[in-house]
């Protein structure tokens, strides 16, 4: 997670956060972009079924922009806030199998 600390310090995604918070829908867009493959990418490594990949990362998009106001830069990086989100609920939910998994 180091990695995405870094990309939320000086590359705009403060800036993305502020607009957000404002009322600015094309600025989640442009996160959503931004943050989609870091995000499916953690779920895809706790899930073992495809569609539900689709659905935790959906899910976590959703709780973002409904929480977007508790997000601040003393609180934690854009990034890492949102990859962070989803953990709590992949963790109840069925575990990749250890072989024939082809997601």
């Known amino acids: 997670m180091a990695g995405l600390v870094e990309v939320g310090r000086g590359d705009g995604s403060w800036e993305l956060v502020a607009a957000v918070q404002a009322g600015d829908r094309e600025a989640f867009g442009r996160l ?3 943050y989609l493959p870091q995000v499916r990418g953690f779920v895809r490594r706790r899930v073992w079924d495809a569609g539900l990949v689709e659905d935790l990362t959906s899910e976590t998009f959703l709780r973002a922009l409904r929480r977007i106001d ?4 003393r609180r934690a990086d854009p990034g890492a806030w949102l990859v962070g989100s989803p953990g709590t609920w992949c963790s109840t939910t069925p575990s990749r199998p250890a072989t024939g998994w082809t997601g």
Do not use: D, G, K, V
């Open 70 to 73: 508790t997000l601040t830069e």
């Open 32 to 34: 959503y972009e931004r």
